[in-house]
């Protein structure tokens, strides 16, 4: 399934693009959700949640025509790095967001402001994440980075219920057989609570953790929009309700994004992900969504590349795009394996950091590298 490029009779010199406030302009929301890419991370309330736990200074574009009518958007955001220095990123902290435009002259028009703006104000360089295979534009080329490809249910066969295959709907009866039970959080302390599961497990992998700021936030200002769902998988033991996993679920227009999982170690055996999983899959299909995306895959991650086949995932390429087209785009966003080399090294090291410590030393990392 290809993203959506229509055909459209607007013509370039007929549009304009400007910046644009999308959480006091209506129409940035109104276009997002009419949009069938658009995505969470497209929506005024992630863009606010991002502002609010980093506080990057924004630079969203807005493409519109003499009436006012918006055509195309890209969130922008400028930061500035010790390791990545300054830029314009669309976005950082999300796999994917980059333009979103209902025509080539729309997207066009998008990419020249977004350019002339990185020109002004981050030192030239420009950063963008998308799934489109082409950005090049008219007097503007980038370098791309193909990336790791996300992995993505096809949901658009109304015709019968998306069927697991027999080792993922065994997971489940093991899971039905345990007691293991689903609910979507319903409190700040739920968000917490998870919280220290996911550092947890992010510790286990060898990567530091976003901030709990960063999920407040989401919860704030996401969840009140019907954007975002917390999933807790539950069990009851000794009298006492035992948390054993957890992902967070972002909605757009057509796609649902599982982004952010966690799990216990020691309950693995109850299969609580396998509850989680099969339960949003099959909510998002009663729900008329048509993509079900669980995220990218390191090609060396043989094992989590075939767990998300076995839910039927198929991989969908992903690019980066880097202005101009230098060697920094390629010497800092090549993809690399994430379990050898330094990254490996990096990951080994992780482990062995103090639990206490993960949390200030992943937000300082994620704020300042």
Known sequence: MQPVIEHSPVRARSLRVRLVDPTTDPRWAEFVTSHPDGLAFHHPAWLATLADTFGFAPFHLACEDERGTVHGVLPLVYRRGLLRGRQLWSLPYTPLAGPLARSRAALGALVHAAVDLAEQAAGQRLQLHSDLPDLTVRDVSFLRVDW????????????????????????????????????????????????????????????????????????????????????????????????????????????????????????RQYHPSDMILGQAIYQAWEAGYRRYDLGSVDPDQTGLRQFKEVWGARPRPLYRYFYPPSDWGTRLSRPRSRTQGQAGLAAACWRRVPLAATRPLGRWIHQYL
């Open 148 to 267: 790791y490809p996300n992995y993505v249910i096809d949901l658009s066969d109304r015709s019968e219920a998306p069927r697991f295959s027999k080792s993922r709907r065994r997971g489940i009866a093991k899971a039905v057989r345990a007691g293991v039970q689903v609910r979507d959080a319903d409190r700040v302390s739920d968000v917490h609570a998870w919280y220290d599961l996911y550092v947890r497990t992010l510790r286990r992998l060898g990567h530091p953790p976003l901030p709990l700021t960063l999920f407040e936030a989401a919860w704030t200002h996401m969840r009140s929009q019907g954007l975002l769902r917390l999933l807790l998988a539950e069990r009851v033991a000794g009298g006492r309700t035992e948390l054993l996993a957890g992902a967070v679920v972002l909605h757009g227009t057509t796609t649902v994004t599982d982004q952010y999982t966690a799990d216990r170690l020691d309950a």
